[in-house]
């Protein structure tokens, strides 16, 4: 299968602060979604990307579309403890097609 | 609308066992998928539909049947469990114009 590295694997941060994580793949994507997941729930999603160089915001979060096309990234600024979850990318090799594939997470925690 | 509802929540079975792992979307979404997600290895494809009657092979198919006979359900079957098989399950519907999925509760299974 395809390998989706992302990084950091986890992450103490203050309640406040802004966290980057990142996503990289060996294979090109033509889309990146990034999910969060609670604690004994599904993954959500938060954001999609289409276009490489893409940039995207939900609210807090940002998320960008590498131009290599084989790297994503993800901005949360202004963390609050509802963050606290794990993080994951996805990629897709065609818009609409059904296989997603999904990185190994970031786990966040947010101190108060 | 309760989304994707996957029945049970949580499953003790022993090696050699049976069962069927149940999942519903009321949002008449026409693909719908199976993943499974391990420790450090983010969530992985088992099979997936594209529409009722039609399904197909993911990432990791082995010791998993499915069958779509309607647009609402979309049903796991583990024909003689193994303990390799000790994951979270989930489902995961979307329509066939959308890019995110929306994923169900999960069902946590141990095998034994």
């Known amino acids: 299968g395809q390998q989706l590295n992302q990084s950091p694997q986890s992450m103490f941060i203050q309640e406040g602060e802004d966290v980057s994580m990142n996503c990289t793949s060996s294979?090109?994507?033509?889309?990146w979604l990034w999910y969060k997941q609670d604690p004994g729930e599904g993954p959500v999603l938060l954001i999609a990307l289409y276009k490489a160089g893409e940039l995207t915001s939900n609210g807090r979060l940002t998320a960008q579309f590498g131009i290599t096309r084989k790297d994503s990234f993800l901005n949360i600024s202004a963390s609050i403890p509802s963050d606290v979850g794990i993080y994951f990318c996805a990629g897709q090799h065609l818009q609409g097609a059904n296989n997603l594939f999904f990185g190994t997470g970031t786990r966040l925690t947010v101190i108060p | 609308n309760a989304g994707v509802t996957q029945t049970p929540k949580f499953q003790v079975l022993k090696t050699g066992q049976s069962m069927t792992l149940q999942c519903a979307q009321d949002?008449?979404?026409?693909?719908m998928s199976w993943y499974r997600q391990d420790p450090g290895m983010g969530l992985r494809l088992i099979h997936y539909?594209?529409?009722?009657?039609?399904?197909d092979q993911g990432e990791v198919p082995n010791g998993y049947n499915v069958s779509r006979s309607t647009t609402e359900d979309f049903p796991l079957r583990l024909l003689s469990a193994a303990p390799s098989q000790t994951s979270v399950y989930f489902c995961?519907?979307?329509?066939?114009?959308?890019?995110?999925?929306?994923f169900g509760s999960g069902t946590r299974l141990t095998v034994v």
């Open positions: 539909s594209v529409g009722a009657g039609i399904t």
């Open positions: 294979s090109i994507f033509n889309t």
């Open positions: 995961a519907s979307r329509s066939g114009t959308g890019d995110g999925y929306t």
């Open positions: 949002m008449n979404h026409e693909y």
